[in-house]
């Protein structure tokens, strides 16, 4: 208990401003316009994306593609329940089914390591793809589906509290034990193993919960495209984004893909809006800055700065 | 006693057999030392026992009981730590989190009201208590060292086996290294070490198998080690 109530007390203030932010942002819907809700809906998505994806590949280094797999299995989830259940309990399907298919998945290929993990997993979004075009071919005679409508209030609504959830997810797992048995299984697996670590379990669980956010995030951002297909719920650019947008950040820090997911979603509807024929060209240039001036992100251009301001490094670090 | 024994312990790598049908054993208390030439199959027999590979045939016993087809994990908690050959650490944790990790997964029954204390406690056991708050990639080689056997001790082994301790270091070290094995062994905790330092294994060991293309071709005394022919012809050459 007593490791409980210091973890609380090292961060009050951050923990005050988190709320702030999250009461400011909830009520949102009241005084802003449609517009900038619809916006900030999808930059909670891709912040839920980018952490989720975080959670288990940071630590790790188990460098994961299968992000658009869980969110796609989400979309259909939705696609498929959304009128048959309440949208919370549809929404928590679309979680807890993209959980099972991590556990299933990551039980028989976690035991790959580096570029075939990555591979794999980026198969898997393919896969799943080709079965659900395959069965909606053969089986069903149909080409996608239609999703039931929601008001875009609740669906950022929703998508706040999913957030919300995950970050305490997030906070809770990096500070606890468990968290330390990931971090070992990143820096060596081998000796996390034998000082006792059942690394298996813990990889095959944390990527199951990395997977469940990003499936309920799917799940309710379907209820926004009324119409899907697996094409569209299975793209894999859905794989990329949230790595791209972690590095972006940096991951050495809770916030740091919190922070890069916002801007880069931020900067690249900015960039589609303003000026739509330069905007793939400005990414690019500003990606390839980032990756060759910042490798720590966001958060280490944000660390260096700070310490340059308290004056010298220390010895060793 | 014996609280580790080995009956025809047997390893393959595709045709070639790194450990051929080695019996042997580990009495309680003592000090247990592992030599041969490179290549012998020392490195691969310790794989075997801390199940880093999975046995061809044979059967490895702790306490009596049965061990060999559990996983790492499962093998550290029963009461049995390993070091490596080339240093295995976390190097971006701190000195203290390295020691702490051992303690909270792989004891029998981690305590997390004590770990804290046990941490400090085995980092000032091994000489580490002013490094504990630095990240372990900071440390010297020979701290190194220190750190992964106070991980491993962290874990309350009955039995430590010890892969190497004193390759890379310098007299002086050496000699501190040895020190400490025998301070654990006075802790109550059974050793097995691997060792290229002659006057370290000859020094330390309480008995001493010798291992020759995966084959053991020797076992006892330090004094009859040394005298054994046959152990001579394989270092020395006829």
Redesign the interface.
Known sequence: MD?ISNIFKGSRLGWLISIILLALLATFPIYGSAYTIILLTAIIMYIILTVSWTLFSGPTGYISLAAAAFFGVGIYTMAILGGELPLIAAVAAGGLISFLIALGVGAITLRLKGIYFAIFTFGLVELIKHLLLFWEINVTGTRGRFVVLEDNNTIFWIMLGIFAVLMLTYYFIRRS?FG??L??IG??E??????????TLVKVITFGISAFFMGAAGAIIATRWTYIDPYVAFNVLFSFLPVIMAIFGGMGQIYGPVIGAAIFAYTEEILLTKFPYYYMLTFGIILIAVIIYLPDGLVGLIQRLRRRSLGGQHA?? | MPILEGEQVTKYFGGLAAVSRVDFHVDQGEIFGLIGPNGAGKTTLFNLV?A?LVLKSGIIKFKGEKISGL???Q???RGI??T?QSV??????LVR?NV???A????PKPM?STVDKDAEELLDFVGLSAMSM??AR?LTLVNQKRL?VA??L??KPELLMLDELMAGLTPTETAESMELVTRIRDKGITIFMIEHVMKAIMGVCDRIMVLHHGEKIAEGTPKEIATSKKVIEVYLGE
């Not at chain 1, 081998?190 to 690394?199: D, K």
């Not at chain 2, 295995?88 to 944790?93: D, E, L, S, T």
Request: proline share 6%.
């Open positions: 490791s034990k330390l048995a971090q070992s820096e060596n081998e000796a996390a193993a034998h000082l006792g670590v059942n690394v060793n670090t | 801390s880093a996983k790492p994990y093998i550290c908690r730590a390993r490596f295995k650490i976390f190097p971006n944790m989190q702490k990790l051992g909270l997964f792989g004891a997390a630095i990240p900071d992964e991980a491993a962290a874990t």
